[in-house]
């Protein structure tokens, strides 16, 4: 089933085109108030568009304009929401509340039962078919939620951050779950964790100010962001520069020649063998970026420049405890580093340093 999206929502500042390919599932991530829940609300018929138009193989879900309006009625979109939470209905069983959407659709009783029933056997939660919400756990009625959201047979799922809610000892169980319904299926994911963008989404949407910023295959997105966002999902430092007669420079000073830069079997590079080649071609004056781990850029309190490494001087400015890890931000980056060095350096937040990163530890691509 595939998906053409266009609207706008004027109050709202939400401006947003995008097409969905037959059985892809794309993820909408983006920091608070980027539009996500906007986008989702849309589709499902929650909100009307300002203007614009969406058009679901073949069924127009709305068409708004200046001399035109409509605005298909949620039950008849052929969509399905999976929220956080599972909003069951408290006064019916697992299986009678799965069993609601085929029967809404005027499926005969028996049929919707055996339907629901498949449903609940396929995400692992059969034998809760007589309970009621109340006696399920958060996963158990999350697993009874996807399976109600599935036996309504949708043309397109829409999952609002549907393991947010969960524990984290049950939520990899979910994850699971979904990249095995998800398969084939036309989907829409919004999320804040780039893991479930990466296991669950063939494409990634980044959402900033009620704008598309950044998109593309999950995989190009999560290893060459373009922006400060899809960088910080992607767990990557990213310094904007420019194509040199050597290869890279940025406005803060970091140079790096593009002879020794991330070969093809390099980490950063081996997704996107392409890169040093397209950045190498770029005409001198294009924009590029770099992107380096956090975990790969080294910090000291002397000069450590050799042939190979990229080394400047910067200022501390924020220092934050990560796991086993401190990750430090100066001069634009962000450096992991073990507490011991921190402590045997001295290094708080206004001390001078120097860091450094290997030439071929950097991918280069084009802005
Ligand atoms: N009910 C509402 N009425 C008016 N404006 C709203 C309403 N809900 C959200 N907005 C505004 O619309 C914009 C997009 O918000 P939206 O909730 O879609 O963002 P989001 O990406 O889902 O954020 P979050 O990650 O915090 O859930 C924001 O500027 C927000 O303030």
Redesign the pocket.
């Known amino acids: 089933m595939s998906l053409t999206f266009t609207a706008t929502l004027a ?4 401006d947003v085109a995008f097409d969905l390919a037959p059985g892809e599932t794309l993820a909408v991530l ?10 989702l609300g849309l589709l499902a018929g929650l909100l009307a568009p300002t203007a614009g138009r969406a058009e679901l193989d073949g069924t127009v879900l709305f068409d708004v304009g200046p001399d035109r309006r409509t605005l298909t009625e949620p039950r008849h979109r052929g969509v399905s929401l999976l929220a956080q939470e599972a909003l069951l209905f408290p006064h019916l069983t697992a299986l009678e509340n799965v069993a609601f959407g085929p029967r809404s659709r005027g499926v005969d009783r028996g049929t919707a039962r055996a339907t629901a029933l498949s449903w609940l056997d396929r995400v692992g939660a059969a034998d809760l078919a007589g309970r009621r919400p109340g006696h399920l756990s958060g996963g158990q009625a999350q697993r009874v939620a996807v399976a109600r959201a599935l036996a309504a047979d949708p043309s397109l799922l829409l999952l609002d951050e549907p393991l947010s809610a969960l524990d984290v000892t049950v939520a990899p169980a979910l994850r699971t779950l979904l990249r095995d319904v998800l398969v084939d299926r036309s989907a829409i994911i ?1 999320t ?1 964790d780039p893991l479930d963008a990466f296991l669950l989404a063939d494409r990634v949407l980044i ?1 900033d100010g ?1 704008t598309v910023v950044e998109s593309g295959a999950t995989a190009s997105v999560l290893t060459r962001p373009v922006t400060a966002f899809g960088a910080h999902l992607a767990g990557l430092n990213l310094v904007p520069g420019v194509r040199t007669a050597d290869g890279f420079a940025s406005a803060d000073g970091w140079t790096v020649p593009l002879t020794d830069t991330a070969p093809e079997d390099m980490s950063l590079a081996h997704s996107a063998p392409e890169n040093s080649s397209l950045a190498h071609s770029a005409p001198e004056g294009a924009s590029l970026a770099l992107a380096v781990r956090p975990g790969l850029v080294t910090v000291s309190r002397s000069d450590t420049t050799t042939q190979g490494t990229a080394c400047r001087a910067a200022e501390v400015d924020d220092v934050e405890h990560r796991g086993d890890l401190v990750r430090l931000h100066a001069g634009g980056l962000a450096a992991d580093v073990a507490p011991s060095d921190v402590v045997a350096l001295g290094i708080v937040p206004g001390s001078r340093l120097f860091l450094a990163f290997r030439h071929e530890d950097a991918s280069i691509y084009p802005l």
């Open positions: 109050d709202r500042g939400f983006g920091p608070n108030g980027a539009g996500k829940s906007t986008l919004v804040h959402l009620g």
